[in-house]
Structures are given as structure tokens and as C-alpha cells.
């Protein structure tokens, strides 16, 4: 049953807030268009992030729309790492504030949108934050990034002699065997569950 909903289509983007002087930011697939009167966007994140707990202390965020030239190391900047624990924003040249202060990427990116919270849907593992967009700019003509385009063309290929396990949910490779049993995957939260050997 799981497998069949991989099939369903998604972007990545980096989901970026603010709290006082700390920056923050993270990978996520799941943004669409709600509404268009008012103009509204739907977030899903995993409640695990850091950067949930900021967007709900501030109410405020952005969405950097990832382009197809975006390299693989801005995934491993903002996507495998926590912010909890250094800053994310820290050496990285391709930031400028938006209006609400939050950090949007200027390189790698075709569009930001900017947002106010409205409404949070709590759904388990995850949090639905319904947002108002408060500003939204084109950066750049190239396409967005796909997870499928992700998969194929940004991803490094796991190394076939090494051992370990590939997350299924959104392919982070674990080198090692065995896995852990309580291994979270750092990416996107899933447990050693959703995880499958290396072939
Ligand atoms: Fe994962």
C-alpha cells in the first residue's frame, strides 16, 4: 500500500525561519497552493525539526523553491544535519533576508515565497502549516527541482560494495551493518523500519 502512494509527485524546497538572532532552515517535499483569495500555501513538516518549533514561536516563514542546477551539497547543508545543534545559515554566501527577516537562498533557487502562519493542522509525525503569503519573487527561469529529479541526477549513487541500508522514504544511505535498530534517519525522521539493504 505504501509503495503506491510513492507515486504521488513532490518538489524540495528549504524551509527557512528565524528566532531572535538564530537562523534556521530545512529540506522539505511538501508545499502546494491552497487558495488563491486569499493567497495561501501548505506546509508539511516533520515534528522532529527545529525549525517547526521556530515557525511557531515567530509565525512567520519562507519557501526557497530548489531549481535543477541545485547541488548535492546544499541537501547535505540543510537536510542532514540538525539546527539545533550548529547554524545551518553559517558559511553559506547565497542568503538575503525578505521582508519578514526570515533568510531565503538567492543561488539555486527560481522563486521564494514568504508567509504568515494562519493555521497549524496537527497531523501525528507531522505539522500542516496553513500560511499566507506575504511575499513571493521569481528568482530565476530554471526549472524546480524534483524528487524524482533529485533521485536521478543530484543524489550520489551508493557505493555497491559497500554495506548499509538506504532509507526508502527518502533515500539517505546509512553506511554500516547492522543498522541500528533505533536509528532515526536525519533526514527526514523515519525509523530503521522504513529502511532496506543496499543491493
Ligand atoms: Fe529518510
Redesign the pocket.
Known amino acids: 500500500m505504501k509503495e503506491t502512494l510513492f507515486k504521488l509527485t513532490y518538489g524540495l524546497f528549504v524551509l527557512s525561519a528565524r528566532d531572535g538572532m538564530k537562523d534556521n532552515g530545512c529540506i522539505i517535499n511538501t508545499v502546494m497552493q491552497v487558495t488563491d483569495t486569499p493567497l495561501q500555501i501548505a506546509v508539511a513538516i516533520n515534528k522532529n525539526n527545529y525549525t517547526l518549533e521556530m515557525i511557531e514561536k515567530s509565525g512567520v516563514f519562507n519557501v526557497s523553491v530548489l531549481s535543477e542546477d541545485v547541488p548535492f551539497s546544499v541537501f547535505e547543508r540543510f537536510g542532514f544535519k540538525s539546527g539545533r545543534n550548529e547554524n545551518k545559515f553559517s558559511g553559506f554566501e547565497y542568503k538575503q533576508r525578505s521582508c519578514n527577516d526570515v533568510y531565503y537562498l538567492t543561488n539555486y533557487t527560481n522563486a521564494y515565497i514568504s508567509a504568515k502562519v494562519v493555521n497549524m493542522i496537527d497531523c501525528g509525525t507531522h505539522m500542516m502549516i496553513i500560511g499566507e503569503v506575504t511575499q513571493a519573487l521569481t528568482l530565476s527561469d530554471k526549472p524546480s527541482v524534483t524528487y524524482d529529479y533529485y533521485f536521478k541526477n543530484i543524489k550520489p549513487k551508493p557505493d555497491a560494495k559497500k554495506k548499509g541500508y538506504v532509507?526508502k522514504?527518502?533515500?539517505?544511505v546509512y553506511e554500516g551493518d547492522p543498522l541500528p535498530e533505533d536509528f532515526i534517519?536525519p533526514?527526514?525522521?523515519?525509523p530503521a523500519s522504513?529502511f532496506e539493504p543496499l543491493q
Open positions: 532509507c522514504i527518502c533515500g539517505y534517519c533526514w527526514c525522521k523515519h522504513d
